[in-house]
Every structure is written in structure tokens, then in C-alpha cells.
């Protein structure tokens, strides 16, 4: 289900953006309230998590016959 994390060809099903969405927000949240905003550690984690959710989302907009240029209003 989650083989190409970081590639933005292929598809995927609601199934799987869905739970890529809720874990990102659920990892993201942790991680704020164990180190806080200002950790590299954070702010690393942030950036990778950024690029998972865009890359997911471009492959779901692909699904849906949708622009890709439809991911900057996420």
C-alpha cells in the first residue's frame, strides 16, 4: 500500500491518501508536542512530512482526472 511514499507517478486509491493524511497530522502532532516548534529535529520531520502530503496528493489529483496545479490550494 505504501510502496512509493515520495514518487509522484503512479496512483492510489481514497483509501490510502486518506490514511497518509491522518497519519501525517498524527505524526506531525506528536512530534510538535514532544520537541516543540523550534528543533531541527521538528523542523526536518516537517519538511519530509510536507513533501509526503504533496506527493500524495499529486497522485490522487491524477486519480481524479484533476490539475495538478489544484495542490496549491491544499
Given at each position: 500500500?505504501?510502496?512509493?511514499?515520495?514518487?509522484?507517478?503512479?496512483?492510489?486509491?481514497?483509501?490510502?491518501?486518506?490514511?497518509?493524511?491522518?497519519?501525517?497530522?498524527?505524526?506531525?502532532?506528536?512530534?510538535?508536542?514532544i520537541f516543540?516548534?523550534?528543533?531541527?529535529?521538528?523542523?526536518?520531520?516537517?519538511?519530509?512530512?510536507?513533501?509526503?502530503?504533496?506527493?500524495?496528493?499529486?497522485?490522487?489529483?491524477?486519480?481524479?482526472?484533476?490539475?495538478?496545479?489544484?495542490?496549491?490550494?491544499?
Amino acid at each position: 500500500m505504501f510502496a512509493n511514499l515520495i514518487s509522484f507517478e503512479g496512483r492510489i486509491r481514497r483509501a490510502e491518501f486518506a490514511i497518509t493524511l491522518i497519519l501525517c497530522y498524527f505524526v506531525r502532532s506528536s512530534l510538535l508536542a514532544i520537541f516543540g516548534e523550534l528543533n531541527l529535529l521538528s523542523t526536518i520531520s516537517s519538511v519530509f512530512l510536507v513533501l509526503i502530503f504533496f506527493s500524495q496528493s499529486v497522485k490522487r489529483l491524477h486519480d481524479m482526472d484533476q490539475m495538478v496545479s489544484y495542490t496549491a490550494c491544499l
